[in-house]
């Protein structure tokens, strides 16, 4: 299995390759020439396997240079019982009286966030792809994050030998425990950097770092490689793939559903990264209805699925969903790729315009493509906020900020479609991380205004019954080890003196 650029680089990569550029060298993104499939004796071994062995065995697919007894000891690992709990992705059925709705709980690794899946998966991967491919260089993993990214990246690859890891975030534009989470981050080779302005900026600083030949080339000289953590990296995104792949093979064997039948995928979604994995696992042949693309405020994606014009220029607005607090969704990209049957140079076009001009259209039939599969959908601060409280009283369940939009935009899609089949809500982070919010939502405007970060945790754990989780306990009273702020213009020389000096 070979990697291709999305914008037509002629070069073919080996999946090592890929994982260890992040990028390809045209600024596009590494795709599988095809995509594998999964048959009809995968699905039924499946049947008889553990989230590790499913994964390993999508993974398989992809990765031809590695064996598949391989890949599951890197499962094992990176899913440890320790880390994860017994269950490391939960598909937890959300009313017993009805057997429609399932929540796949995504965040009981390190960080409490979904990102955790893939990223403590990545270094195995990028150390295995080091091997393989000779590689002698030490790897820099350079990240933007929207607030959950960076943790995880960092806890992933914190004092993983031979690499370095960047980490950059939008100074106000993550939660407060998400801020706390990174900047009391340990290791040796961790650096956590404040950049003043939005995710968008940081992301865009960081693309544009890769992009740079003149500083690449200096920084292989010195036996430095950059690479990237973000879904732009496809050792990023397959991971993700395995557990749509798991909650499909879970509702079968929970005869919830019968071979063959469709289910709907709902994804909160800000970089499309989450819900581009789980159009992989359907074009691997795991039957989906319907991807139900949800949005906050900036809902730039949800007006791209009805009119077919991706525009970026609008105002920038701060949520209760921090890490959907995105206007520029990277892994589009690779869906309008695949969607054009592989049309590189439309979709260089599309960018080039998007990078220039802010804006770009696409064709009827591309539109149409889309509109045949994903249902967009956007939720106003208000609604997340009746999304919690409801979800709570109908069920008992606490969502996050994050989830409570892909319930808001489902409970209205079910109500005027009517459509019945079975839906599994991909829910992106502990409640935990945004406690704040959920508690307000919970108990009312304001209610969190006066308290300390720790007071309103501790309320949440009491009001829900769980207990707090350990990424998220004494956030406050641990030493503060990354204080730099940077402006967005400073990336590159914040980069050059940490790895150069
Ligand atoms: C990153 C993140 C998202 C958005 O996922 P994308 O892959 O960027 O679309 C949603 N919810 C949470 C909690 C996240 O951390």
Redesign the pocket.
């Known amino acids: 299995m070979k990697y291709v650029s999305t914008r037509g680089f002629e070069g073919r990569f080996t999946a090592e390759e890929a994982i260890i550029m992040g990028i390809a060298p045209d600024g596009g993104l590494f795709v599988p020439e095809s995509i594998p499939v999964l048959s009809d004796d995968d699905i039924e071994q499946m049947k008889n396997m553990s989230f590790c062995e499913i994964s390993a065995r999508v993974l398989s697919k992809y990765m031809d240079d590695f064996t598949e007894d391989e890949l599951l000891g890197y499962t094992r690992e990176a899913y440890s019982e320790e880390k994860w709990g017994e269950d490391p992705v939960p598909l937890v059925q959300l009313n017993s009286y009805n057997d429609r709705e399932y929540i796949l709980e995504l ?1 009981h690794g390190p960080t409490c ?3 955790d899946v893939a990223l403590q998966l990545l270094p195995h991967l990028m150390t295995a792809s080091i091997r393989k491919t000779g590689e002698s260089k030490k790897i820099c993993i350079l990240t933007a994050t ?4 960076g943790k ?1 990246a960092l806890e992933g690859f914190k004092d993983l030998p031979g690499t370095e890891i960047i980490v950059f975030y939008p100074t106000g534009g993550v939660s407060e425990a998400q801020k706390l989470q990174m900047v009391t981050t340990t290791g040796d080779n961790t650096h956590v950097i404040a950049v003043n302005g939005c995710f968008d900026d940081a992301q865009t600083g960081v693309k544009k770092i890769f992009a740079d030949e003149a500083f690449n080339e200096e920084l292989l000289s010195k036996g430095i490689k950059l690479s990237s953590a973000n ?1 732009i990296n496809w050792g990023r995104l397959a991971p ?1 793939i395995a557990y749509y792949v798991y909650s499909y093979i879970e509702l079968l064997r929970r005869e919830k559903i019968t071979k063959g039948e469709s289910i709907n995928i709902v ?11 789980a159009w992989f696992a359907k074009q691997m042949g795991i039957p989906v209805h319907r991807l139900i693309c949800a949005s906050n405020r900036n809902k730039v994606l949800c007006d791209f699925f009805s009119s077919g014009k991706y525009d970026r220029n609008r105002e920038f607005y701060k949520t209760s ?1 921090p ?2 607090d ?1 206007l520029i ?3 589009l990209e690779r869906l309008l790729y695949e969607i054009t049957d592989k049309d590189p140079d439309k979709v260089k076009d599309w960018m080039n315009k998007l990078n220039t001009e802010g804006v770009y259209k696409v064709d009827p039939q591309t539109l149409k493509r889309m509109q045949m599969l994903f249902v967009g959908g956007f939720a106003d601060e208000t609604g997340v906020s009746k999304t919690i409280l409801d979800v709570y009283d109908r069920t008992d369940n606490i969502v ?4 409570a ?1 892909g319930f808001n935009i489902y409970n209205r899609y079910h109500g005027r479609s009517g459509d019945e089949c079975k839906t599994v809500f ?1 829910s ?2 502990s409640p935990f ?2 406690s704040a919010a959920v508690m307000d939502a919970i108990k009312g405007e304001g209610f969190s205004r006066d308290k300390s970060i720790e007071e309103v945790i501790t309320e949440l754990s009491d009001e829900s019954g769980l207990p707090i989780p350990d990424a998220i306990k004494d956030l406050s009273s641990k030493p503060v080890l990354h204080k730099d702020v940077i402006e967005k213009e400073d990336m590159e020389a914040k980069v050059r003196s940490i790895l150069l000096g």
């Open positions: 965040w966030a979904f990102k929207s607030g959950d990214t995880a879904s993700q994804v909160p979604t800000g970089n499309f990264g989450n819900i581009l994995a969903s890490s959907m995105i969704s990277s892994n996050d900020t994050h989830t939009v991909a992106t982070a991380k945004f």
